[in-house]
C-alpha cells in the first residue's frame, strides 16, 4: 500500500487523510456525541490498513474527549496525535499533545510529525476547515445504514462547493458502504 506521494521532483508528499463514518442522514456521532451506532462488523478490516500508513493524527478537541473517555487502552497506540485545542489538556497519554494555530498551521505541524507518512484528519470541525483550506487528499467516508436525525455533523457549515472524485467504493456487509473520494483541484 503507497503510504504517500512523490512530488514532481522526487521528494516524498505526506498525504492529509479524512477516514470517518456517516449516518445516512450526514452525522458523525448524535446530539449528546453518543456512537453506540457505529458498532458494525469488519470494522479492523478497514481501518487497521488505513492506519498502517498514518504517522500522526490531528483531531479536535471534541473526539479526543469522546475517544479518550473510551473503556480499554489509548486506541492510538504510539502514534503522535495533536489535539487542535485552545483549552488546557489535562494528564493525557505521552503521544497526545496541544496544538493551535490556523488549520495550515496545524496541518504542517501534523505533517512534520507524520515523516514520511501520512496525516489522519479526525473530527467533523477540523475536517471542514481542511476542506475548505483545500488541505484534505482523500476521504473515506463509512455510510452506516442508520437515520439519526440529529447530531454531529460531518459536512454542515462548509462554505463553498467542493467537488469530488470517487476513486473507490466498498460494501462491507450489514449495509454498509465505504465511499472513497480524492478532491477535484
Known amino acids: ?3 504517500s506521494s512523490t512530488g514532481a521532483y522526487g521528494d516524498v508528499v505526506t498525504r492529509c487523510r479524512v477516514f470517518i463514518a456517516s449516518s445516512l442522514d450526514g452525522f458523525i456521532a448524535g446530539p449528546d456525541d453518543e456512537l453506540d451506532w457505529l458498532d458494525f462488523p469488519d470494522a479492523d478490516d478497514t481501518f487497521t490498513p488505513f492506519f ?3 504517522g500522526a ?3 479536535g478537541r471534541r473526539t479526543y474527549d469522546v475517544v479518550s473517555s473510551f473503556d ?6 504510539d502514534t503522535p496525535v495533536l489535539v487542535a485545542t485552545r483549552r488546557p489538556m489535562p494528564d493525557t497519554e505521552p503521544t497526545v499533545r496541544a496544538v493551535t494555530g490556523s488549520i495550515d498551521d496545524m496541518v504542517a505541524e501534523a ?3 507524520a515523516g514520511e507518512r501520512d496525516v489522519y484528519l479526525d ?6 476547515q ?3 483550506a483545500g488541505l484534505v487528499d482523500e476521504m473515506t467516508v463509512t455510510m452506516i445504514p442508520v437515520v439519526l436525525g440529529a447530531g ?3 459536512f454542515a457549515g462548509v462554505g463553498n462547493r467542493h467537488e469530488l472524485e470517487l476513486q473507490a467504493t466498498r460494501e462491507l456487509g450489514s449495509g454498509l458502504v465505504q465511499l472513497t473520494y480524492t478532491p477535484v483541484r
Open 1 to 3: 500500500m503507497v503510504r
Open 111 to 113: 505533517k512534520q510529525a
Open 152 to 154: 454531529r455533523p460531518l
Open 72 to 77: 480499554g487502552p489509548w486506541p492510538y497506540g
Open 52 to 54: 498502517a500508513d498514518v
Open 123 to 128: 473530527g467533523g470541525e477540523l475536517v471542514r
Open 130 to 132: 481542511a476542506l475548505e
Open 57 to 59: 493524527m490531528l483531531m
